[in-house]
């Protein structure tokens, strides 16, 4: 009877044990919730939905005479593809942007 139960053990453990080695070869096997959250990656922010900068408010800005400063790069513009787009960006007059030494940029 006690080699009955010494074998059932050591059964159980390989079973066990092989149970375990395919978990660490697949973890997503081993968890249902793991499964579900790297289903999903996180979206990346477009470079116009980073600033925050909402259409209305490029509108305002610009009927207002402001420019938009790039703060990673020191340079303004007062127009065109980047006005509002960058990633970490203010608007301002262009009076506070050169008293800040900002730069214009040289094409917009």
């Not at 059964?11 to 973890?27: D, G, K």
């Not at 703060?71 to 513009?77: A, E, M, Q, R």
């Amino acid at each position: 009877m006690r080699v009955k139960a010494t074998s059932r053990l050591l059964v159980l453990c390989m079973l066990l044990a092989a149970m375990a080695s395919s978990a660490s070869a697949n973890p997503q096997a081993s968890s249902p919730q793991s499964s579900s959250a790297s289903a999903a990656p996180a979206a990346k922010p477009s470079p116009s939905t980073a600033a925050a900068v909402s259409a209305s408010d490029i509108a305002d800005a610009k009927a207002n005479h402001k420019v938009w400063v790039n703060l990673d790069t020191g340079i303004y513009h007062k127009g065109g593809r980047w006005y509002g787009k960058t990633k970490n960006g203010k608007f301002m007059t262009e009076d506070d942007a050169n008293k800040a030494g900002y730069k214009a940029a040289k094409r917009d």
